[in-house]
């Protein structure tokens, strides 16, 4: 099992940045795929970035391509989402998630661990 703990949310106003962090501790990610999911209030969750751990390759959703970029830093076991050009759209939870079959699923319910998410307003 994975322990994932995000942080960096907040406020910020439409064409700011933020970067969000997701700390994971429990057992090594070198087989593990890592991604981001938000969830705005009444929409489902959905997955907007993610890397194969062990080998950096990324995906990233066209609805935050060129806005949005996930990295890592395997030394500190923490995934990083660098978030650009902030739209009023972009506000929800944002959530990590951990699968161990280093696959960018897009279903939730194939990742195994979550953290317990991080708010991102970004206003008008």
């Known amino acids: 099992q994975v322990q994932l703990v995000e942080s960096g949310g907040g406020l910020v106003q439409a064409g700011g940045s933020l970067r969000l962090s997701c700390a994971a501790s429990?057992?090594?990610?070198?087989?593990?795929?890592m991604g981001w999911f938000r969830q705005a209030q009444g929409k489902e969750r959905e997955l907007i970035a993610a890397?194969?751990?062990?080998?950096?390759?990324?995906y990233c959703a066209e609805s935050v391509k060129g806005r949005f970029t996930i990295s890592s830093d395997n030394a500190k076991n923490t995934v990083y989402l660098q978030m650009n050009s902030l739209k009023p759209e972009d506000t929800a939870v944002y959530y990590c998630a951990a699968n161990p079959h280093e696959t960018f699923y897009v279903v939730p319910g194939w990742y195994t661990d979550w953290g317990q998410g991080t708010q991102v307003t970004v206003s008008s």
């Open positions: 429990g057992r090594t990610l070198s087989s593990y795929a």
């Open positions: 890397i194969k751990y062990s080998r950096g390759t990324t």
